[in-house]
């Protein structure tokens, strides 16, 4: 049967279309490497950014818990205060439904609570008795000590970090230190690290004193709810009142003893 020119020409046009079907084929299958290639490098880079940004989280906190240690390194017997603290404040955190207890940055922030007092003299700093008006008034000035040493970096970790120094011995009523801020002007952090900080104080051994039981410091926060202390922090620490009698436990058994005030 002989091929019409018609015929030929559409399977002229079919074997053109085939080809042109091979040819997008085969970008298809380049572009699917070539992403893949592509995805595979981004894994590689995603990979490689976490493990520097755990690497980099690590050096922080090294560093963070070196400076911490610089306070209590002067006095055996304040050591492991700030981790205690840290942790205290984080159960706290949980307990109030808190990102912040997951947020890297807040644990920096609890640990260097009271690196302003590098700059207090050890006459002071280790004085075994109670503070006359005019060393209690050095004393105080590690808050906004502490608050100027870390500010202005430029770095939100010491940022936050420099907000807790400065605010968690201000008061909820109003009349802690340096600058009597009140309620809710008291940074959360702030009012946390208060709570956290008393307790560690009171259930620690000083050189004045024994360590007290955890009831008692139970008592003693409860006591200072709406005073002293952020009603809402309270609560939360009332909440966990068992995890922290654990967590105390725990701790004690690996830290050694200090030697500061109740709420200096």
Do not use: C
């Amino acid at each position: 049967m002989e091929v019409t020119d018609r015929e030929r020409a559409l399977e002229e046009e079919v074997l053109a279309l085939r080809a042109r079907i091979a040819d997008v084929e085969e970008q298809a299958a380049n572009n699917a490497r070539q992403l893949e290639r592509y995805a595979a490098d981004l894994r590689e880079t995603f990979k490689s950014e976490r493990e520097r940004s755990a690497q980099l989280q690590a050096s922080y906190m090294a560093t963070v818990r070196a400076l911490a240690n610089a306070v209590e390194a002067r006095d055996a017997y304040t050591g492991k205060h700030a981790e205690r603290v840290a942790a205290y404040g984080l159960e706290i955190a949980r307990a109030m439904g808190s990102q912040m207890a997951y947020d890297p940055e807040i644990e920096f922030g609890f640990l260097l609570h009271d690196i302003g007092k590098v700059a207090v003299p050890d006459a002071i700093l280790l004085k075994p008795g109670r503070l006359t008006p005019d060393e209690r008034r050095i004393m105080e000035t590690h808050a906004q000590v502490g608050h100027d040493m870390l500010a202005g970096s430029g770095s939100a970790l010491l940022e936050l970090a420099a907000t807790v120094a400065l605010t968690h011995h201000e008061r909820w009523d109003g009349e802690g230190y340096p600058h009597r801020l009140g309620g809710e002007r008291i940074p959360l952090v702030g009012r946390i690290v208060a709570v956290a900080d008393v307790f560690d104080a009171v259930t620690s051994k000083r050189v004045y004193k024994e360590a007290a039981e955890v009831s008692r410091a139970v008592e003693i926060i409860r006591d200072g709810r709406g005073t002293q202390f952020d009603p809402d922090v309270i609560d939360a620490f009332l909440a966990v009142e068992r995890e922290f009698h654990q967590q105390w436990s725990r701790l004690q058994a690996q830290a050694t003893t200090g030697a500061e005030s109740v709420g200096v």
